[in-house]
């Protein structure tokens, strides 16, 4: 069986890299024959019609809402489908699909969206925020990956410069959950199982991401963090997953993130589980019980 697995059309990214690789290595180790490929040219519009290549299934590592539609609507399957990407890159529409669904989610207000750079940043709608969340907060662009635009606001004139700083990106606030210097668990999720939960733990940033000086650690996955974490993916409809949980200093668990392509390599390193086999394994007998 032919395999394509896309890749962002600028990836540079060694864990990225890191990534597709052990994917392919692992579908190929099943005997499939998996190709790395960059996002262009995958699928297109031609007489009317979407136009791709043929493939058993896509294993789909971007976060590029068009080319993930277009090649849903070549007929190809996705691994993660093109509507969990969508909902997994925007976090404030994260936040949403997960409200009123029995998890536990950080407070958090969305900023109103502005077109003109121009305009004053709204006063009113800050004070409010604060009445709300209180200091300190987390500010976060509803877009980006490794920590990339999450800001831990401590004062009203740093939240007055994010504000303005981002005023036409969409963006919001977050209710900060205390859980120690910048600690959070990771726990991958293949399949809507729970595999295995590492700890990630940054002493010089609140931000726990592994990219920006995170270490981790095995973690133990508890049939309640287990149980929490698979009903995400399951909400989520997401066939691989890794959800970022935050612990309060009363134990409690808080749904932080999630995302449709979490890098696996450390938690492969520190759980000593074959993730990237797990997940072509669950690829493979979900495309040949179809």
């Known amino acids: 069986m032919k395999v394509l697995i896309a890749v962002n059309a600028?990836?540079?990214n060694k864990s990225q890299i890191a990534q597709s690789e052990r994917i392919a290595e692992e579908l190929t180790a099943r005997g499939a024959l998996a190709e790395i490929k960059k996002n262009f040219n995958l699928?297109?519009?031609e007489n009317s019609s979407v136009k791709a290549e043929k493939y058993g299934f896509c294993v789909f590592l971007d976060k590029?809402?068009?080319?993930a539609r277009l090649l849903e609507k070549s007929g190809l399957r996705l691994f993660n489908s093109a509507a969990a990407v969508e909902v997994c890159?925007?976090?404030m529409l994260t936040n949403i699909a997960l409200a009123n669904g029995g998890f536990n989610i950080p407070d958090c207000v969305y900023a109103p969206l502005c077109y003109h750079g121009d305009s004053n940043i709204n006063e009113e709608f800050l004070h409010g925020t604060v009445q709300k969340l209180k200091f300190p907060l987390v500010a976060k662009t509803n877009y980006g990956s490794l920590g990339a635009g999450v800001v831990l606001i401590k004062n009203f004139n740093e939240l007055a410069n994010?504000?303005?700083k981002n005023l036409t990106a969409p963006h919001f606030y977050q209710k900060f959950i205390d859980c120690g210097c910048g600690e959070d668990i990771r726990v991958i999720v293949i399949g809507g199982k729970a595999v295995c939960a590492m700890k990630r733990r940054n002493l010089t940033d609140f931000r726990s991401n592994i990219e920006l000086g995170g270490k981790g650690e095995n973690y133990c996955l508890t049939p309640k963090l287990a149980s929490?974490?698979?009903?995400v993916a399951?909400?989520?409809?997401?066939?691989?997953?890794?959800?970022?949980?935050?612990?309060?200093?009363?134990?409690?668990f808080y749904v932080c993130e999630v995302n449709s392509n979490a890098f696996?390599?450390?938690?492969?390193?520190?759980?000593?589980i074959n993730i990237a086999g797990r997940y072509a394994e669950y690829m493979l007998n979900k495309i040949n019980s179809i």
Request: charged content about 40%; glycine content about 8%; proline content about 0%.
């Open 10 to 12: 600028y990836m540079k």
């Open 43 to 45: 699928a297109e519009i």
């Open 64 to 67: 590029d809402k068009v080319a």
């Open 89 to 91: 890159d925007d976090k």
């Open 162 to 164: 994010y504000e303005k």
């Open 228 to 231: 929490l974490c698979e009903g």
């Open 234 to 252: 399951e909400s989520l409809k997401l066939d691989y997953c890794g959800v970022d949980i935050l612990t309060d200093k009363n134990g409690e």
């Open 264 to 272: 696996f390599a450390a938690a492969e390193r520190v759980c000593g």
